[in-house]
């Protein structure tokens, strides 16, 4: 199944990416609007986009679907640790979840 879902994700990134290359590589302006179509209810923090893009087009050349993977990648990362440590602390318990008459034995 996970096999089937990875796959299918690929297949995704890589006709996002050949629907806007030219040659072979995409301009760095395109990465958001690309991330877009993928996920459309993503916010995107432009100064982290900007850093990401820098790290993997150095030579400001343009970006590969390799380049396109690592940056999907990243973003699909972080995306799913946000919605995996939205309600980590839910079942947290502390002292003022109990009566302050309580007394310890």
Do not use: C
Request: glycine share 6%; no cysteine.
């Amino acid at each position: 199944m996970e096999y089937k879902v990875r796959k299918e994700s690929q297949t995704l990134m890589e006709k996002v990416f050949n629907k806007h290359a030219r040659k072979g590589s995409v301009k760095a302006e395109q990465i958001t609007d690309m991330m877009m179509q993928m996920q459309p209810d993503w916010t995107f923090d432009t100064q982290e986009m900007a850093n990401i893009i820098g790290v993997v087009d150095r030579k400001g050349t343009g970006i590969d679907l390799e380049g396109f993977n690592k940056i999907a990648l990243h973003f699909l990362l972080k995306q799913a640790k946000h919605d995996q440590d939205q309600f980590i602390h839910k079942h947290e318990i502390g002292s003022a979840d109990f009566p302050s008459e309580t007394t310890v034995i």
